[in-house]
């Protein structure tokens, strides 16, 4: 045995150094990357499985997918599908793509500073699941991986293992020390360090254990040691409980971690991560399109002018961009895509004012990390022309913005004084949160430059504003119900109870009238849980609780789908009814959310009825959703991709992958193409594959996503079996695709179906809102109404209007039709047309008023000027139907009589007394229009505003004579 796993590994290290060159130091990141992962297969048993995608599956409290673990989180869990891939695992190894940006762990705020830090990077690791190696294999698998394959000296190596942790009445890990030892590491190169160092953890609660890590001496034995971390090896043995606590996990599971850069550094003989040639490529492209210095490496003080520091800042956020945008999160203004928002705009930052690198550089670094990175991620080369176009996209604006930030700050600068800080409200407009989207450290940066302070506590208190401004618009979170965690899904495993079959929720049928039945299931209850988890075996009247059974016909939550409601009676006693709020699956067994209306207990048999017209709705919904998904890739093209669904009785949600927003005409194509197949009343085909056989589908829809095996598959008018034949285009005419959900047996029953709204999420996923049968029957009616009074609305702005009075009423018809417009449940396309010709309309109505308007001030001003030929003062009353009219008479005047000043007061029918006033041309400084108008409008009680030359308030007077006089007198004593 001995003897097999040396020859093994003299071929791997062999293999690895035969690659591209003889010297050890020239091995390529690529050759490390395979060995890594062909050892584990190939030498102990692991099954490779792909990088999932940075977006993260199905976990809201991931901003991007930073640990290989992410994607095996169900398993650690015990939540993961007992028929899916995954739940077979034992052992897995890959590498994974992370990002380490915003959030918890991020690293961003680093890049740059010094020589290792990167917000993308990769992490070869290596599994094992439920038991099926631990600590002593763990240790002698990395051990001799490092020295037999990678040829890394064993006296460069130290171990650190977890010293215990007392508070928590935690051990030392003296098993993993004496496996080192056993291994052959000194003593002296064995250290323990505390929790902080050597005790991992998910997250506030979860799985968690001591962990080891292996550390590289950079030093080499010349002077004191100089360790970084190379390798860390988990043990999950523990669960963080809410209280704080922890408890023995019922199976125990091995999680490591190998950052692929760090390792490449060691192997490379280098110093820096960006030294290797995962990163020499992108700094040399950098050095020949900027023409700056080479890259010489400098930190600190030594980076003169900080361009080493703009090297690695340009050359990591590339990569990151790019591998981002292969996975389909795209820069936006919220979550995740802001941060990649922030990322592109710090890289073009540094390019731009420190790289001075042209216009559209960036995007021309793209092809680099291809060619770097494509052949370990396929969909980097895929999707290599859209990562290039977006991150153009993204650079062009971002430089129109700088140069408009310029021109704002410079004119705010203007009006400051020598001691005053610049407004938070400008930065606040300026920054990435307002309208032009600059980093707020470039925008403090490009006022440190001038000498200027920003109001930090300003923005601080406009940022909490804002936060408190957004949270009652977003989304309503999903109530999280009732959960089995990982303890309770572990004692129905060690019970032997199997998965629930919850195959029932699939049994309807269609009846010839059109109407469904749905049958009754009868079912046995197997255990009863509390609202804290615990495992009862009785609960009484009015205790909420969750009740798992061994068979149920009500379909929990899943893919997209909203759970049942329903009731269930206990068998025998049908005059009781407990209603069901909801089901949820987690590990295979569907827990059913009730509250008792009396006693219920473990043996009980029931029967479960789900709420039909519910049931219905979201099969109408669902059946919608992929004609939808068909119908936008029949009308953009093939490469539409789906990027996530929620269906629910009264709406379906469609988040869809676009190279730009819908237009008008292409939403009302897309509704036109399903309405077709809902008219043809298709049949909907169903039914259960292996998984495999449908890999090779050309067209098939599917999402990134853990499917069960075998899998359902659903087809619109063609069979399954058709579909999935290996020279069937069915795919690619028709929907097919993987899903859970209920459906319709034939599409007639949708009746109807409308987009009712859609928005960009960001740039490059289009969010959208539709209706289905009466509902979308209803919004068709409703668009028609608006139709027919968008039109009157025209016709009676085309008569004309007599006086202002009448034009303004028509104009506020304009913007109160506007607003229905906006917010009614009607076509999108047809309120995308409906919002065009009422902007039209309502330019033509304030064109129509300002004419108006001009036109009684013209009269106006003709009166006063025969009345006061000559005069220096005019002080009177006018009839004027509103302040605007009363300024423009006030300005007509002065302009044809530059030498006099004018204080008009215009009485309205409300009771209120409006106020207009210009000063000549060469009065004395003291004498304002602001301070005028503040005197006349103060007598009546008001409030004025202006200028130092014009104008204007109101008040309130029974006594015009003594406004009048007031004004007189105040203009008498500053003439």
């Known amino acids: 045995m001995a003897a097999s796993v040396a020859a093994a590994a003299v071929r791997l290290r062999r293999a690895l150094q035969r690659s591209l060159s003889t010297a050890p130091s020239a091995v390529p990141a690529a050759a490390v990357r395979d060995a890594f992962l062909t050892f584990f297969r190939d030498r102990h048993g692991h099954q490779l499985v792909p990088s999932a995608s940075v977006r993260p599956r199905g976990d809201p409290s991931l901003l991007f997918v930073n640990a290989g673990m992410n994607q095996f989180k169900p398993v650690f869990l015990g939540t993961v599908d007992p028929r899916s891939e995954m739940a077979g695992f034992r052992r897995v190894a890959n590498s994974q793509k992370c990002v380490r940006a915003g959030g918890r762990h991020s690293d961003l705020e680093d890049v740059g500073r010094d020589l290792s830090h990167h917000t993308f990077f990769e992490m070869l690791g290596n599994w094992a699941f439920g038991g099926e190696y631990f600590k002593e294999e763990a240790c002698s698998m990395a051990w001799e991986l490092l020295t037999q394959v990678y040829g890394i000296p064993e006296n460069r190596l130290w171990v650190s293992y977890f010293a215990g942790d007392p508070k928590a009445g935690l051990d030392p890990d003296l098993e993993s020390r004496d496996i080192w030892l056993s291994l052959g590491v000194p003593a002296s190169r064995v250290l323990s360090f505390g929790p902080q160092e050597n005790f991992w953890e998910m997250g506030d609660t979860g799985p968690c254990g001591p962990c080891t890590e292996i550390h590289y001496d950079l030093a080499g034995g010349a002077g004191a040691p100089q360790l970084v971390e190379l390798w860390n090896l988990v043990f999950m043995q523990h669960n963080r409980e809410a209280d704080g606590s922890l408890l023995p996990l019922p199976q125990r599971h091995v999680d490591t971690g190998m950052g692929l850069e760090r390792l490449v550094a060691v192997l490379q003989g280098r110093r820096s991560t960006y030294d290797t040639d995962l990163f020499t490529p992108l700094l040399d492209a950098i050095h020949q399109g900027c023409g700056v210095p080479p890259y010489l490496g400098r930190v600190g003080v030594a980076d003169e002018g900080r361009i080493d520091t703009a090297y690695r800042v340009v050359a990591d956020h590339v990569r990151t961009l790019s591998v981002c945008i292969a996975d389909g999160v795209f820069p936006g203004m919220s979550g995740a895509p802001l941060i990649l928002r922030r990322i592109l705009r710090r890289a073009v930052r540094f390019s731009m004012e420190i790289l001075r690198a042209p216009p559209g550089f960036l995007s021309s670094l793209v092809p680099v990390v291809v060619e770097t990175l494509g052949d370990a991620y396929p969909e980097l080369r895929k999707n290599s022309a859209q990562i290039a176009e977006l991150v153009a996209e993204g650079e062009a604006a971002f430089l129109g913005s700088l140069q408009r930030g310029r021109r704002i700050i410079e004119r705010t600068l203007r009006r400051l004084g020598p001691s005053d800080v610049f407004p938070a409200e400008v930065a606040w407009s300026l920054s990435l949160a307002g309208n032009l989207g600059l980093p707020l450290d470039l925008l403090e940066l490009m006022l440190e430059e001038k000498g200027v302070r920003l109001d930090s506590a300003g923005l601080q208190r406009l940022v909490q504003e804002e936060a408190q401004h957004r949270a009652p618009q977003a989304e309503p979170a999903a109530e999280q119900g009732l959960q089995l965690d990982v303890h309770a899904l572990a004692e129905l495993q060690r019970r032997g109870v199997p998965p629930t079959d919850d195959s029932p929720k699939y049994d309807y049928s269609l009846r010839p009238n059109g109407d469904y039945e749905f049958g009754t299931c009868e079912a046995r209850v197997l255990q009863l849980y509390t609202e804290d988890g615990t495992a009862v075996d009785c609960v009484g009247e009015g205790q909420r609780c969750g009740l798992l059974l061994d068979r149920t016909n009500f379909y929990a939550e899943q893919g997209g789908q909203a759970s049942d409601r329903g009731y269930l009676v206990q068998v025998g006693q049908q005059d009781v009814l407990f209603p069901v709020a909801r089901a949820q699956v987690c590990g295979g067994f569907v827990l059913h959310e009730l509250t008792a209306p009396e006693c219920l207990q473990v043996g009980d048999q029931v029967q479960l009825h789900v709420d039909e017209a519910w049931r219905l709705g979201c099969m109408q919904k669902h059946t919608a959703t992929h004609l939808l998904n068909w119908a936008l890739r029949q009308t953009l093209g093939p490469g539409t991709e789906q990027r996530g669904s929620h269906v629910r009785p009264e709406r379906l949600r ?322």
């Open 654 to 975: 469609f988040d869809v992958a676009t190279q730009a927003p819908l237009t008008a005409e292409q939403l009302r194509t897309v509704e036109a193409t399903v309405l077709e197949a809902v008219e043809r009343d298709e049949a909907v085909y169903v039914e259960e594959v292996a998984l495999a056989l449908t890999t090779r589908v050309p067209g098939l829809r599917s999402l990134d996503e853990v499917y069960p095996d075998p899998v359902r598959v659903v087809s619109v008018g063609v069979p399954v079996a058709h579909a999935l034949e290996p020279a069937s285009q069915a795919a690619l005419r028709t929907s097919v695709e993987l899903c859970c959900g209920t459906h319709l047996l034939r599409t007639g029953a949708v009746g109807d179906l409308i987009i009712t709204g859609e928005r960009q999420l960001t740039k490059g996923t289009t969010r959208l809102l539709a209706v289905t049968g009466e509902q979308a029957q209803q919004a068709r009616e409703v668009g028609q109404n608006l139709v027919q009074e968008v039109e009157a609305a025209a016709e009676r702005l085309s008569r004309g209007s007599r006086s202002v009075a009448e034009a303004r009423r028509l104009s506020k018809d304009v913007g109160r039709l506007t607003d229905t417009v906006d917010t009614a449940v009607m076509p999108q396309w047809q309120r995308r047309q409906l919002q065009t010709t009422l902007k039209g309309l309502q330019r033509r109505a304030n064109t129509a008023i300002r004419k108006l308007e001009k036109g009684q001030a013209a009269r106006r001003t003709q009166e006063l000027l025969e009345r006061y030929p000559g005069a220096p003062l005019i002080v009177d009353t006018v009839s004027a139907e509103s302040l605007s009219v009363l300024v423009k008479v006030v300005r007509q005047l002065c302009e044809q009589a530059p030498s006099t000043s004018v204080l008009l007061l215009s009485p309205q029918p409300v009771g209120s007394v409006l106020c207009a006033c210009q000063v000549a041309q060469g009065t004395t400084p003291t004498f304002t229009a602001e301070a005028w108008a503040l005197a006349v409008c103060g007598h009546m009680g008001g409030k004025a505003w202006g200028s130092r030359v014009l104008a204007q308030g109101i008040g309130s007077t029974a006594d015009l004579e003594a406004a009048l006089h007031t004004a007189r007198a105040y203009a008498l004593t500053q003439l």
